[in-house]
């Protein structure tokens, strides 16, 4: 996995180290005095983007991609995250459909009709109950959380794909492998999943950002509060909606049927999933079933989302409100060996410097005695 999804603007990099003191994973160095990422550590939550007050840090676009697809007639079909309905005032998911067509893609169509057969395979897990342990595996950053410094649990994770892995599959067994399936939702990590990672790849060939789709609409002039509203093309995935927020899977395969003698837990951020997978690491954790998303609350919170103060709690309430809690019946089209997915350690094992090769590494950046030599978090 050598691609890139965040980049780092030098010329803007104000050496704050921010990032560096805020990367919970330690994936951010310096070099010759500018931030960079240590992709063998990164778990591509996006978190530095976030919090960079210089802007140096940036999303790998597949914006001109997916314009270039359209542009020469490709057939693309989008795979809308569920939280897009936090993106309009009024609460009229059809408009964002409308605004879709009219950017020129083919079909539009719900990640959550992905997610129902998701959560058919949960289902089946947790009835056979074999596993002493399942950690869900809907958020590939948690699933790189733990290929890379907790690999001794990857037997833990659910050999389950992700409700986009599986509906770009499904789209494109339906339609044909030659069409184009463009995820749009609020994660980072997820064009690593679709486009780098060995066991995933090949089932959407390009991933934008909300952020990315709202600068998109205003470039073409298109008010999502003046579109007409349109309907989605998948049937009613009800209940599975909710995957993109905090107890959203637990809350679907309760729904749905599961029998299991596991007990629910639900933790969200990179520093309660930490935790919990410490926990589990050291053996305190037995029976249990969690849904893990690193995100606090849930996708509706992802660092491609519109931050505006209150967005994630107006989006959640729209979600909420327009889904059914109901079940959703499924045509037996997809096997368990379409929606199956395996795991590889990916451990990088780092060699402690000694006392000398750190004061050579505190000189590089001003730190020559204990006066200047302040512990500054990172």
């Known amino acids: 996995m050598s691609m890139n999804v965040i980049n780092f603007q030098d010329a803007n990099c104000a050496h704050c180290y921010k990032c560096l003191r805020n990367c ?13 990422i240590v992709r063998d550590l990164c778990i591509y939550c996006g978190h530095c983007m976030e919090i960079c007050p210089q802007k ?9 991609y997916v314009k270039h697809m359209l542009k020469h007639g490709e057939k693309l079909v989008v795979s809308l995250d569920s939280s897009y309905s936090g993106l309009i005032q009024s609460n009229c998911p059809g408009k964002v459909v409308d605004a879709l067509y009219q950017l020129g893609f083919s079909d539009v169509r719900e990640t959550a009709e992905g997610a129902a057969y998701v959560t058919r395979e949960y289902v089946r897990i947790l009835n056979e109950g ?3 342990n399942i950690i869900t595996t809907q958020c590939p950053s948690i699933v790189y959380l733990v290929e890379k410094h907790y690999p001794m649990l990857i037997p833990c994770l659910a050999p389950v794909v992700s409700p986009m892995i599986a509906h770009g599959r499904l789209i494109k067994k339906e339609m044909g492998q030659h069409t184009k399936v463009v995820y749009i939702g609020p994660c980072v990590a997820k064009k690593m999943e679709a486009e780098a990672d060995r066991a995933t790849m090949g ?8 952020n990315e789709l709202e600068k ?12 007409e509203e349109r309907a989605f093309s998948n049937p009613d995935p009800k ?8 107890t959203g899977l ?9 029998k299991s003698k596991y007990t629910y837990m639900t933790v969200s951020t990179i520093q309660g999933c930490r935790e919990l997978l410490h926990s589990m690491k050291r053996g305190y954790l037995h029976g249990v079933f969690v849904e893990l998303k690193l995100c606090s609350g849930g996708c509706v919170n992802g660092p491609g989302m519109n931050k505006r103060r209150g967005f994630r709690f107006k989006a959640l309430m729209n979600i909420e409100n327009s889904t059914s809690m109901e079940p959703c019946p499924l045509p037996d089209d997809m096997d368990e060996k379409e929606l199956t997915r395996s795991y590889t350690p990916k ?3 780092e060699k402690m410097p000694s006392e000398e090769e750190i004061r050579a590494i505190l000189k590089t950046i001003g730190k020559s005695n204990s006066d200047t030599e302040f512990n500054f978090g990172a």
């Not at 951010?28 to 960079?36: M, P, S, T």
């Open 250 to 258: 637990l809350r679907a395969v309760d729904a749905c049927g599961a």
């Open 130 to 132: 074999k596993m002493e």
């Open 239 to 246: 209940i599975n909606r909710l995957y993109t927020i905090s």
């Open 216 to 227: 998109w609409l205003e470039e073409e002039g298109i008010d999502l509060n003046k579109c």
């Open 24 to 36: 919970d994973v330690k994936a951010i160095r310096i070099k010759n005095g500018q931030a960079q």
């Open 347 to 349: 451990q990088v094992v």
């Open 56 to 64: 140096a840090k940036t999303f790998d676009s597949d914006l001109d």
């Open 203 to 210: 089932a959407v060939d390009a991933v934008i950002e909300f």
